[in-house]
């Protein structure tokens, strides 16, 4: 399957046609956003599920239940993704969502109303190795091919969501960055009971030592694999084949070393500084 067969351009960027279909970017565009929604805002492959697993988790103060029996999608669902199922409209506040819009992409109403985002991000490398084997075994996306190929797709942005420079930096540029707390992979993995903890801060939600520790155990890499909730163990092999790649494969930092070769990672590094070359934001990973 190609490009053509299965994406859709919307706003400049690639979508998947089968996920959202124009009726769901419709609704999208119309979407009313209330001050107290919460907004968990990623380039794909950056620390989704994570956070779909920390946030609800914080928002209840530790009480497990959402998180054991709800999947991610229905606990923090996606904007650019409405079921049937779930009403949004009728979801009690405080709500909870995802998206993988660019900042140029949100609705009206998301700068009119100004919701708290939470914006992670995450060495593009190591974005790249995680969707190279996303991207083989989603059967909704294109297969990636031979890597070399992927990674020139990779950096042009011809993949899903546009480019991963575009995404960044539309979210860096952001207006009223308050509202907007930024927050990376690499921070996460280096302490998470700190992040959690900053987390609840900017969410308001003042939450004791004990829980913090608590929900970083239940957010440890480990234990997320085991959660039939969050690790799509649900989702029909026809879909995800996880005999290919597990969807919570190996969560770790610095994965690229063992995907890129030595002239792909000078290649990469090449494109990300002239990309990046105005961006003054400090990454961990720089
Ligand atoms: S998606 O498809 O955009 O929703 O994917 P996303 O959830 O953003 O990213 C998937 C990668 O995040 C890793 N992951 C974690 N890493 C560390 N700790 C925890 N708890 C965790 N949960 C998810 C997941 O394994 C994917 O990364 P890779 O490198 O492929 O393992």
Redesign the pocket.
Known sequence: MTEAELYTLYKGVYMLSSLHPPDHLKYYEEFCFRPDDIIIA????????????IVPLVMSGGDPASVETLP?WQRVPWLEVQSAELILEQMPSPRMF?T?YQYNMMPTSFSEVKPKVIY?M?NPK??F???F??YGM?SFTVPPGPQSDFLHKFLDGKVMFGSWFDHVKSWLNAEDKEHIMYIS?EE??MD?KDSVSRISQFLEKSLDTEVVGKIANR???????KNSM?NYSSVPREIMDQTK????????VG?WKNQLSAAEAEYFNAVYKDKMKDVKYKFVWD
């Open positions: 990623t380039y794909p492959k950056s620390g989704t599920t994570w956070m779909q697993e991610n995802a993988h992670v995450r190591d974005v190795t995680s969707a084997h996303y989603a992979y996460m993995k998470l957010c440890l890499f480990k234990n997320m694999k969050s790649s597990e969807f919570l494969r190996k969560g770790i994965d």
